[in-house]
């Protein structure tokens, strides 16, 4: 099947020429070659004529139809969006989060794994590793055992002061019933989480220089205060 | 003064929509395709009249959004068959010496858009059907007039490749 090209083609200006005429100026040669060319004389003119109206409207019809569907969805979405709020808001109170807090967590499940939670004013929230302290502020610790069986807590400045120490029951969380308060000091709050599988007497000489026994596992994390230079969080 | 500016929708469809119609038409004998396509076009360019700067400029838009508009339908396979007849006729007109090896199927219409370069189909179409010079070609396709050479030069040669191996 041939397409309706034009067999002289060479002599003919391109559609974009005779286009450009019809919605502008014919340059003098297109003007020139449409003077004597009753076919693409043709082909403007026939642009020059009204298009259906009917496409007129059905066009003007579909660009409001579309503003419509945008508008439709933009209220779908708004309105799903709330009824999900509300969801979630309902959900919440029935099922109240027993974690201080509330945030989420995601961490291999059977591997030993500690949440801070800083308690400042009426609000708990995670302690995000990089977020300052204030003096008041309350820290509260929950942890994943994984298959350990024995937690120390320990503050380590300015020398290490057990702060807590209890058994864990390999597999369950444990909030600890503890909170400890931030003071006025100007050093970093530093915190030693130590697993074990028995209670164990700290040797921090040797801990300090990575000499760990088997069994044992030391995490330490640093917690800026407002003031000191950026903390660090330990593994 | 942008050729849009301040016109209002009706003129606008009015003087612009036939030439965008035309032009699809020649691309493709499906009527409800070449419509579908010039109105997608049109609503386009309502869309960002405000960008247009001229003539030459619209109507190199023009001609550049409809060839590729009717290179992603021919790709997702939504036009019909007579439209995809009339886009046969563009591998026949690549060839003169094998312009009666015509493609057999459909489905070797559909490799050549699935595996042809979209610079390549888009300088072939402007070419061969809508009779653009090569500086027209990389007007509408901001590309040089050698990039131009070398898209057709190539898809010619697939062309042959695509007929030799039917």
Known sequence: MKSDLPTNQAYHPSFLALDRAHLAEASPAVSAHLTGCESCRGYVASLASDPVASGFVELEQTIQGRKKRVARWLWTGASLAAAACALLLVVRQRFPDTRP???????????RSVWIYVKRGTETTLWDGKRRLLPGDR????VDPGSYHQLAVYSAAPSPTLLFSGKLTPGQNLTL???????????DEQLLVVFSDAPVEPDWNDWRLGRVPPGIAVLPFTLPKTGSDAGSFGP | MPPLDGASFEACYRRIFPVVLAKCRRMLRGHADAHDIAQEVFMRLWKHRDLVKDHQALTAWLYRTSTRLVIDRAR???LSQASELSLQSLV????????DARLASRRQLQTLFREFPDQELEAAILGRFDRLTHPEIAEVMGVSERT???????FDERVSTLKESA
């Open chain 1, 101 to 111: 807090g509330g945030e989420s967590y995601v961490g291999a499940k059977g591997f």
């Open chain 2, 148 to 154: 131009v050479r070398r898209l057709l030069t190539r």
């Open chain 2, 76 to 78: 997702q396979r939504r």
């Open chain 1, 139 to 142: 820290l509260r610790l929950k």
């Open chain 1, 177 to 187: 019933p503890e909170a400890w308060e931030i003071d006025d000091s100007p050093s």
């Open chain 2, 92 to 99: 026949d007109e690549a060839s003169a010496e094998l312009a």
